[in-house]
């Protein structure tokens, strides 16, 4: 992975799988020098990796406070779910029967949401069940959209860290998830994009719904 990828990549690339991992958490200050020592890299390297991750909108420069990760608002959310209506009911509308790699792919993050649920790890829940929605973009091939997908994934999983109850939050998603996945492997492209739409909406009307609840200070 790190061939051609300067050092400020490799660092900004894992702070974004920190950030899909649930393990920075909207508000939280970001020290430069516990970043220095956490992911081993020069002050500048930090720097650098922090300025791509604010044009990615996953970090904030908050005057007399520093960096901070961001806290995303009702407008964002809305805006990410055009995203992901856009991306996801796509690739399943122009979808091939699934191949046996995409199938595996999407098996595993249904099996690792499972597991995560089962050890009521709610956080990695989360992270997997989104990781199975990457897969369904992943559908199209297309590297550019991996790409842009990876950061909308890690701006919604940012929004997920704001529920205040992750477990009730999290707990009716990944039949839901299963059943758009066993309607793809049967070849059921339109039942299966209507399942996917549902999904959406249901999904933003929830964050919705707790981002008018809490007020962020």
Not at 1 to 6: T, V
Not at 98 to 105: A, F, I, K, V
């Amino acid at each position: 992975m790190s061939s051609g990828l300067s050092l400020a990549d490799q660092i900004t690339l894992e702070m974004r799988t920190d950030i899909i991992g649930g393990l920075w958490l909207p508000g939280m200050a970001l020290i430069e020098s516990d970043l220095v020592t956490g992911y081993n890299a020069s002050r500048n390297t930090i720097r650098e990796a922090l300025h791509r991750l604010s044009q990615e909108g996953l970090t904030r420069y908050v005057r007399n406070k520093g960096v901070m990760v961001r806290r995303l608002g009702v407008d964002e959310v809305r805006d990410l779910f055009q995203v992901r209506r856009t991306l996801e009911l796509q690739a399943i509308a122009g979808s091939k029967p699934l191949r046996e790699y995409q199938s595996d792919r999407m098996l595993e993050a249904i099996e690792a949401t499972e597991l995560a649920r089962e050890r009521e790890d709610w956080r990695a829940v989360g992270t997997h069940s989104l990781g199975f929605h990457q897969h369904i973009v992943g559908l199209m091939r297309s590297p550019l959209f991996d790409e842009f997908f990876t950061n909308i994934v890690a701006q919604l999983r940012l929004v997920f860290s704001t529920a205040p109850d992750e477990q009730r939050f999290q707990a009716p998603w990944l039949a839901r998830d299963r059943e758009i996945y066993d309607l793809l492997s049967a070849g059921k492209k339109s039942v299966a994009q209507e399942a996917m739409s549902l999904y959406l909406d249901d999904s933003e009307q929830l964050l919705l719904d707790m981002l008018s609840h809490s007020h962020p200070h």
